[in-house]
């Protein structure tokens, strides 16, 4: 769901510096993967089944495709944390190192929120004490409803930083990518065989459920750490997105667009994940050309940078919103026929998450980064500036 940034050091560029100690483009791809999940929270996820003419209606049907934002973080996260790995793989105190950047990076705004969540009352205590435990994506084995969304999908990143670093440091290069290909293939047959024998809960939202998105990601990371040329890299590109397209046009009449559906339910997330590598692949290359100003806007590489704070922020700031409209400025809630209103909570309400985050960036969360000087000995440090690979869902990141 967003990643947070660590800076990343590659003691060698094999294809034409694509892989560089600061990859910018990425931020932008972090930015348009949280304004997806902002768009869909602010919009379809609460007025979709609301009527507000044609146009409205078909700009709301439109950000109903926000939840995508977090298979793009899982794929960020995958690539770029097995990056961190395998470049400090061979390097002393690996675990040290790497726990402390994680725990400095994520947990300061993650556990802030969770206290906040409590103060306002906005999710139920058990639901907060399990998240405590990364648990939020598993709240229903507790007979717990899940009472913050975004947060299922950082507890299935926090599981992958738990389990990822152990698998990269005891495995060859050739392993690790076995390993990855074989989560790719597996999980969606798992979710098959969960969804043929009517076990359907979960299948969106259980680490061992959505774990290919993450594979996916490690898989690049490994084969762009290979003996691969730059054309090569164009031509595994296109065919990700090209099997993307094709698999969706192919598997459209047999419900692949819906996880109500087998079809749907085992290959939905693969369709997503094959096209987000591909787009990956495609930023890098762009970044690495005469094509970089594509892929470096600046609003969105701001977002971006944020993506952590801001998935992490927006939807309690929109019901902070929401309360304060039905207790103080009941003219302001949305209704049918009214979609100025919803487009007003939007502005209101996103521009103040931005806002959020972005204090909270400058001003909570730098410290804690700050800190690593001092719990990380300098001479553990790369000389390279870290990239940041939390999503929202820290990527990373829910719908």
């Known amino acids: 769901m967003p990643s947070a940034p660590e800076h990343v050091h590659h003691s060698a560029a094999p294809i034409e510096n694509l892989l560089r100690p600061f990859m910018p483009e990425l931020d932008m791809l972090r930015g348009i993967a949280v304004l997806g999940v902002l768009l869909l929270h602010a919009f379809y996820w609460r007025y979709g089944s609301s009527s507000f003419g044609p146009w409205a209606g078909k700009f709301l049907q439109a950000t109903r495709f926000g939840w995508i934002g977090v298979n793009l973080f899982f794929v960020l996260s995958g690539f770029l944390i097995t990056g961190i790995l395998l470049d400090s793989k061979d390097k002393p105190h690996f675990y040290r190192r790497f726990y402390t950047r994680r725990a400095l990076r994520i947990l300061p705004a993650y556990y802030a929120l969770l206290i906040l969540l409590l103060l306002l009352r906005t999710s139920s205590p058990a639901f907060v004490g399990l998240s405590f435990l990364y648990l939020a994506n598993m709240t229903e084995f507790f007979g717990v409803a ?12 926090e599981h992958f930083y738990i389990l990822w670093p152990a698998v990269v440091r005891q495995v060859t290069m050739r392993h690790l990518a076995l390993i990855s290909a074989a989560i790719v293939v597996f999980v969606p047959l798992l979710r098959a065989v969960s969804f043929a024998l009517g076990y359907e809960a979960g299948l969106d939202w259980y680490t061992w459920f959505v774990a290919d ?33 094709a698999l969706y046009v192919a598997g459209h009449p047999f419900g692949i667009d819906t996880r109500n559906r087998l079809l749907g339910a085992a290959l939905q997330y693969t369709t997503v994940n094959a096209l987000f590598a591909g787009i990956l692949l495609l930023f890098l290359l762009a970044g690495t050309s ?46 049918s026929g009214h979609f100025a209103l919803v487009f007003l909570r939007f502005t209101l309400a996103g521009g103040a998450a931005i806002a959020v985050a972005c204090l909270s960036r400058k001003y909570f969360e730098e410290r804690f980064l700050r800190l690593k000087d001092s719990l990380v000995p300098e001479s553990l440090e790369s000389k390279a500036k870290t990239m940041d690979t939390t999503g929202p869902h820290g990527t990373t990141q829910a719908a």
């Open 146 to 157: 899940c009472g913050y969304g975004p947060l299922w999908s950082l507890a299935v990143e």
């Open 213 to 245: 998105g993450l594979a996916a990601g490690a898989l690049l990371a490994v084969v762009l750490r290979t003996a691969i040329s730059r054309k090569q890299v164009w031509i595994l590109c296109w065919i990700l997105m090209g099997s993307a397209v």
């Open 290 to 335: 005469a094509a970089r100003r594509y892929v470096n806007l600046s609003v969105l590489r701001f977002l971006g940078y944020l993506s952590y704070g801001l998935y992490l922020d927006h939807l309690l700031v929109f019901r902070v919103y929401d309360w304060t409209c039905v207790r103080y400025f009941p003219q302001l809630i949305a209704s």
